[in-house]
């Protein structure tokens, strides 16, 4: 959490990720989106406490949390779905996905997204990464999550601690997660540090979390993700 406080009032900025016409590992320290924000904070907490010195210790953690199997083997094989992100963090033990033991309810979607709207993508353009994204679909589309619904976050904040990373789920066809941040304690009421698009920064939301999605019409609740090796 106290990486995340560092990063307050650094920049948005989206696509970083997407500028090499080549995938590689690529990361920005005065900039994020939603989820290189994450990844970033995550990384560096695991690298603090595992004591490693490196820039190398650093890029090895983020591409085991970016990639499957933390191998770099195209646009297909970066980590785009974050239902994805989170079995891939848990095989590598860096987080706990808690959300069904804190209220969560069975949540099973069918994700299409990225595969049914390539021109949004343009770097899913060579064929085996077209057909890498559609395996990782179907296989997760099979798969039956746990959510807890804007209107029960409220009463399931109790459980939320600080640093929990939030992922947040989403009414839009084909998608899974529309956003993420790290869950921030203030007066009892959970608030979400996170990339913002409308800010243009990373800021700790205002309101606090169950008031900030019910403002968000394509939002539907949370899953809650505790890091296992953090500071």
Not at 197 to 215: F, G, H, P, R, T
Request: net charge positive.
């Amino acid at each position: 959490m106290q990486n995340g406080l560092t990063l307050l009032n650094t920049p948005y900025e989206s696509g970083t990720l997407d500028k090499n016409t080549e995938e590689r590992l690529t990361y920005c320290n005065d900039k994020f989106d939603c989820v290189t924000f994450i990844e970033y904070v995550l990384a560096l907490s695991i690298k603090q406490i595992q004591n490693d010195t490196k820039s190398s210790d650093f890029e090895r953690l983020l591409t085991k949390i970016r990639y499957h199997d933390g191998v770099i083997d195209g646009f297909g094989s970066r980590l785009h779905y974050f239902t994805d992100w989170i079995i891939q963090n848990e095989k590598n033990g860096y987080i706990k996905n808690i959300t069904e033991n804190i209220g969560g309810i069975p949540w099973q979607k069918k994700l299409h997204f990225m595969s049914t709207n390539q021109k949004k993508y343009p770097r899913l353009n060579h064929p085996k990464d077209i057909s890498k994204i559609k395996n990782t679909e179907k296989a997760l589309s099979k798969i039956h999550f746990h959510y807890i619904p804007k209107n029960n976050v409220r009463m399931a904040q109790k459980e939320i601690q600080n640093g929990d990373i939030i992922a947040i789920t989403t009414n839009i066809t084909g998608l899974d997660v529309v956003h993420t941040g790290i869950a921030i304690l203030k007066n009892g009421h959970v608030h979400l540090m996170h990339a913002s698009s409308d800010a243009k920064k990373v800021m700790i939301s205002l309101e606090s979390l169950d008031q900030y999605l019910n403002n968000k019409h394509n939002q539907t609740g949370i899953m809650v993700l505790r890091p296992i090796c953090t500071d």
